[in-house]
């Protein structure tokens, strides 16, 4: 006996502890050495043995009275002490070991005796979500606008009800699972026979068998067709966004609610406007006389044409600003900004008299006029004398 552990040390609790302290503890040590999870791995199958043997004899009253009084001896049939009792021929002797592996695997262990939780296979079953891709223009997506998309999606049957059999017949309860769709089978383990649930090949599944299918839908009670959606595309979305339909995308099943549609919309790039969040950017030539002596300008927008005063010396690069004329903030009642980068243009294939005229105009310029060339210079000459 002195080979064996203490069946307090093995489960991880500390004596006089409280049954759901153990059930707990056993819970947790199964789960870990469970031959299913650790296939072909000895030394978690001797653990789980080991495990198995101390919850058994700790979860039983009596046999804890013993083994608290007369350790291992207690317990063991050897000794002649009421003991083990089979405890490895198979798992019907453990209490509730069937309530615990249900718990921990899903049902999946029914030869412990747990109750099997399944999906009815009968039961409503939502539709999936249908995708689909939406190009826009920039203003399109900006100021949002209707739009006409075409899906693929099914649709119930309307020749059989969504049931997938003929006219006049019914589908049959599978009489291999009586409708459940999943059948018990056995394996042999070192530990005993363990039972599992799969499910059913005679019906798929399903829990029913069609004998006669709607020639329509071929007894799938669903069919795929072309469906033409008219959509209203949110101002202010953005590309790679998505917004989705309710209720548009596939039917469900047994009465199952039907999916979505979502919509992912794909922006393409707009040669005079750039999006920055809400707000929109876009560049503005200036004559070299606008620039320099001011000039009231039309500015576009997204909303339309917009009035400007340019004020005079206004250099290249310079960005002003019109508040609310941005893009719309998705279902909000506020706007971006808009913002206008100046581009001062030089002017080119001048002819004689335009040179001539410049030149003239050049010649009455001085330092006063020109404040960056003035003080570039400066700092030109305080680096040349040193």
Known sequence: MADKRDYYEVLGVQKGCSEDELKKAYRKAAKQYHPDLHPGDAEAEAKFKEVN????????????????????????????????????????????????????????????????????????????????????????????????????????????????????????????????????????????????????????????????????????GRVRISKTLEVSVPAGIDNGQTFILRGQGDHGVNGGPAGDVQVTVSVRPDPTFERDGFDVWCDIPLTFAQATLGDEITVPTIDGKAKYSVPEGTQNGTVFRLRGKGIPYINGRDKGDQYVRVQVEVPRNLSGKQKEALKNFDAMMNDKNYEKRKSFFERFKDMAGK
Not at 192 to 198: A, L, R
């Open 53 to 220: 043997e101390a919850y058994e004899v700790l979860s039983d009253s009596d046999k804890r009275a013993r083994y608290d009084q007369f350790g291992h001896a207690g317990v063991d049939p050897n000794y002649g002490a009421g003991g083990a009792g089979g405890a490895y021929g198979g798992f019907g002797g453990f209490g509730d070991l069937g309530d615990i592996f249900g718990d921990l695997f899903g049902g999946g262990f029914g030869g412990f005796g747990g109750a099997t939780r399944t999906r009815d296979p009968n039961g409503p079953i939502r539709g999936r979500d249908v995708g689909y891709d939406l190009p826009l223009s920039f203003l399109e997506a900006a100021l949002g606008c209707k739009k006409q998309i075409k899906i693929s999606r099914l649709e119930t049957c309307a020749e059989c009800s969504g049931k997938g059999a003929a006219k006049g017949t019914s589908p049959e309860t599978c009489p291999d699972c009586g409708g459940s769709g999943q059948v018990r089978t056995q394996r042999r383990t070192p530990f005993g026979v363990i039972q599992s649930m799969g499910a059913c090949t005679k019906c798929g599944g399903k829990g029913k068998i069609i004998r006669d299918p709607c020639k329509k839908c071929k007894g799938l």
